[in-house]
C-alpha cells in the first residue's frame, strides 16, 4: 500500500465521494421489491434530467461497453449501412461492435487529437446510404478531445434524416454540456465510473421513441443486452437480470451530491480544472495532443518527451500518490492522459501539479518551482472568472 493517499487522475473509475462509497455497504433489497422499483424509478426521473431528455433512460448493468453493445443489438438488423465516425480507440470500438454483429459499417476517422470535421461528415453521409444509423463518440477519452455533437447531429439529420443517432457520451455526459433532447440524438450512452461518481458497473442509455420503433424490427442476435427487454422490466419497476443493486445505492446519493451542485455548477467546474490542467502542463513543457478548440475538460493527453523516461517519471508519481493514465491503441507509450472528471476540485489538480513539478524536478529536467500550479491556478479562477 501506498503510504500517502491517492490522487486518482484517470479517466474513470474515478475516486467516489466518502457518502457515495459508503452508500455501496447498505443490505441489499429485493430487485424483486417495492423498494428496488422506488428506487430505480427515482434514479431515472433523475438521470432524465442531467441527460436532458424526455426520452426513457434505462440502466443495463455493464461496463460502458456493454452499454455500446446494447445501442447496437438493439436496434440495428445485420446488413444495415451504419456511418461510424472515430476519431479514437473508443470511436474505433463503437464501429467494431456494430461490425462484430454484422452492420455494413463505414468508418470515417479523424486524425488523432482531431475531433470529427461536420463538413467531412456530410460528404461520407452523401457519399453513401442510405444510412441506417450513424456513430458518434461525444467524449474520446484515448484521445483527449470533445466532439461538437450539435453541428454534427445537425449534418447527419440534414443528410440522412432517417438515420438514427447513437452517442458513445460515456465519459462526458454529467461533466460538459451536453443536450440529448435538444440535439436530436436517439440513442446517448454513458458509464457510472465516469462523471457520476459511482463504481463501475452501470450503463445508462437514454432512447428515442424514433429508436423504439427501430427495436420492434430489429434483426441483431440479443440476449442480455435487449433493451426492449428492459424497457418492458423498467415499466414494471425492476431490470431483466439482477442489477447490481450496491451500485445503484451508490447513484442514488452520487445524484443528490450533483443536484445540491446543480448541473451549471457542475459544467462549471469541469471547465475550470480542464483549463488548469492544460495550462499547468504546458507550463512544465508538456505538449498536449487535443486541438486546443476541442480540447476535453474531462481528461487531457500530453505527449511523453523522447527524453523522459517514462518508467521513473511514472514511478516517481505514484510514489506520490498521483496516478495517471497511459496512452492507448496507437497512442500507447506515447502519450500518457490525466483523468479530470466526476468527484474532482481544482485543489486536487493543484496537488497533481506539485507532484508533477516536484518529480519532474527530482528527475532533473528545468522546471521553475511552483510555476505549474501559479498557471493551473490562474486558469482555473479565469475560468471561474475570478481572475484579478
Ligand atoms: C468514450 C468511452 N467509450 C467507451 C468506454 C468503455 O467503457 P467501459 O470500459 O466501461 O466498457 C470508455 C471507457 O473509458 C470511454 O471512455
Wanted: hydrophobic fraction near 50%; avoid cysteine; charge should be neutral.
Amino acid at each position: 500500500m501506498n503510504r500517502f493517499e491517492a490522487n486518482l487522475r484517470i479517466p474513470g473509475p474515478t475516486s467516489l465521494p466518502d457518502a457515495v462509497r459508503e452508500a455501496g455497504a447498505r443490505q441489499m433489497v429485493n430487485h424483486r421489491g417495492p423498494e428496488f422499483a422506488v428506487l430505480q424509478n427515482s434514479i431515472i426521473a433523475r438521470l432524465k434530467t442531467f441527460y436532458k431528455t424526455q426520452n426513457d433512460v434505462l440502466i443495463v448493468t455493464a461496463a460502458g461497453t456493454g452499454g455500446l453493445e446494447s445501442a447496437i443489438v438493439s436496434f440495428l438488423s445485420p446488413g444495415d449501412k451504419v456511418l461510424a465516425v472515430t476519431i479514437g480507440t473508443f470511436g474505433d470500438r463503437f464501429a467494431k461492435i456494430a461490425s462484430t454483429y454484422g452492420a455494413d459499417v463505414t468508418r470515417l476517422a479523424f486524425e488523432l487529437g482531431k475531433a470529427a470535421a461536420p463538413e467531412k461528415v456530410r460528404e461520407a453521409l452523401k457519399a453513401g446510404g442510405p444510412w441506417k444509423a450513424v456513430l458518434m463518440t461525444q467524449n474520446e477519452t484515448s484521445t483527449a478531445v470533445t466532439n461538437p455533437i450539435e453541428a454534427l447531429a445537425k449534418v447527419a439529420h440534414e443528410e440522412a434524416p432517417d438515420a438514427l443517432i447513437l452517442v458513445d457520451a460515456i465519459s462526458g455526459l454529467g461533466a460538459v454540456p451536453f443536450e440529448t433532447d435538444a440535439w436530436g440524438l436517439d440513442v446517448v450512452v454513458s458509464g457510472s465510473q465516469k462523471a457520476w461518481m459511482v463504481a463501475p458497473g452501470l450503463s445508462f442509455v437514454a432512447v428515442s421513441p424514433r429508436a423504439w420503433e427501430a427495436a420492434a424490427v430489429a434483426k441483431m442476435p440479443k440476449f442480455y443486452f435487449d433493451l426492449l427487454a428492459h424497457k418492458t422490466s423498467a415499466e414494471a419497476g425492476q431490470t431483466p437480470w439482477t442489477p447490481a443493486v450496491a451500485v445503484m445505492f451508490q447513484l442514488d446519493v452520487a445524484l443528490q451530491l450533483m443536484e445540491q451542485e446543480t448541473l451549471a455548477e457542475i459544467w462549471k467546474r469541469h471547465a475550470a480544472v480542464g483549463a488548469a490542467v492544460r495550462a499547468g502542463l504546458q507550463t512544465l513543457g508538456f505538449k498536449l495532443l487535443a486541438d486546443p478548440k476541442y480540447a476535453s475538460d474531462t481528461v487531457t493527453g500530453a505527449w511523453i518527451p523522447e527524453d523522459l523516461d517514462w518508467k521513473a517519471f511514472n514511478g516517481k508519481l505514484r510514489k506520490y500518490g498521483l496516478i495517471v493514465a497511459g496512452g492507448q491503441g496507437a497512442l500507447k507509450g506515447k502519450i500518457f492522459r490525466i483523468g479530470h472528471l466526476g468527484h474532482v476540485t481544482i485543489p486536487n489538480i493543484l496537488n497533481a501539479m506539485a507532484v508533477l513539478e516536484q518529480t519532474l524536478i527530482e528527475l532533473d529536467r528545468p522546471v521553475t518551482p511552483g510555476a505549474a500550479v501559479a498557471a493551473a491556478q490562474v486558469a482555473a479562477l479565469k475560468s471561474l472568472g475570478l481572475a484579478r
